[in-house]
């Protein structure tokens, strides 16, 4: 078992002193299983200029509060760890699980839900709350095969007036896959990796003329990736196709057909905005001898 703890002391020239507490729990329940356990709290300052670029990348009135406080934030956690590995084989893998529990204070968050005229950009003096359940399991076949499955559970959201006000562009459900095969007795590799988002909160539309109106939810979507690779001593060579499904968002752009009129707005781009891509390319691996 390993037991760590932290205080950090911070003095800002603005907003004096700060402490920051953390501690960290380790235990080996049994060979090829850790279970760790943290909690902790944190601060910082905020640029929103440099932080949410997109803002300015929209029609919409920026409305900046002055004299933006730092945010705080408490959070804990919990990870289980299990390595394993498959008698008389070669095959071997990890087993993963953790879960984050992260509450905000003065939050900074661009609001775009309250008036579809107008970003707010504020300290939210509303809780709001971060739950994040993350399980991953992966599997190595003699070096030859190797797949990964992750999975992520996003729950984001503030309180208002007694009401859970689910924040935007974080889909509550993501899927990741991945294979890479490695034939022994062939210099190639192929790669292939599927990604799979959720319906995700989209900024509020209704204010706007009804032909510019957009759902409040995005649609789910996936995205695959291919990429095969040859190898020699030096040489690498590599083709691949990006996004091969072709799947793209109809019309992401808001007012696309002005971009200088007042309903220009980019803050609804959820997805992919270009097809299907192929690319080749090749690598040199330069070696050099270092003596001295």
């Known amino acids: 078992m390993t037991l760590l703890t932290g205080l950090r002391a911070d003095h800002h020239q603005k907003h004096g002193a700060v402490l920051t507490p953390r501690i960290l729990f380790r235990y080996e329940a049994w060979p090829g299983t850790i279970l760790r356990i943290n909690a902790g709290s944190g601060w910082r300052t905020a640029n929103p200029w440099s932080e949410y670029q997109n803002m300015m990348s929209s029609s919409r009135h920026i409305v900046m509060q002055n004299d933006l406080e730092p945010e705080r934030a408490f959070n804990t956690g919990l990870n289980i760890t299990h390595k394993y590995v498959i008698p008389q084989t070669n095959w ?35 809780p709001s709350f971060s739950n994040t359940l993350q399980a991953e399991a992966t599997l190595n076949a003699s070096s030859v095969w190797e797949w990964k499955l992750g999975y992520v559970y996003l729950d984001v959201y503030r309180m208002e007036s007694g009401l859970k006000q689910e924040l935007p562009f974080n889909p509550r459900n993501r899927i990741l896959g991945t294979m890479s095969h490695r034939p022994k007795r062939l210099p190639i590799q192929v790669d292939i990796n599927v990604h799979h988002y959720g319906p995700q909160r989209m900024p509020e539309t209704r204010d706007l003329p009804e032909e510019l109106q957009r759902p409040d939810f995005s649609q789910p979507f996936q995205v695959i990736n291919a990429q095969l690779s040859y190898r020699s001593k030096r040489w690498e060579v590599y083709v691949g196709c990006e996004n091969v499904a072709d799947f ?31 690319y080749l390319g090749m690598r040199y691996v330069v070696k050099r001898n270092i003596s001295g």
Do not use: C, K
């Open 248 to 278: 793209r968002q109809i019309r992401p752009i808001i007012g696309w057909q002005q971009p200088f009129g007042r309903f220009f707005d980019t803050s609804s781009v959820w997805g992919p905005t270009r097809g299907r891509e192929f």
């Open 92 to 126: 071997n893998g990890f087993l993963t699980a953790e879960y984050y529990y992260t509450e905000f204070f003065n939050q900074i968050f661009p609001d775009y839900l309250t008036n579809s005229a107008q970003i707010v950009v504020q300290n939210n003096r509303h």
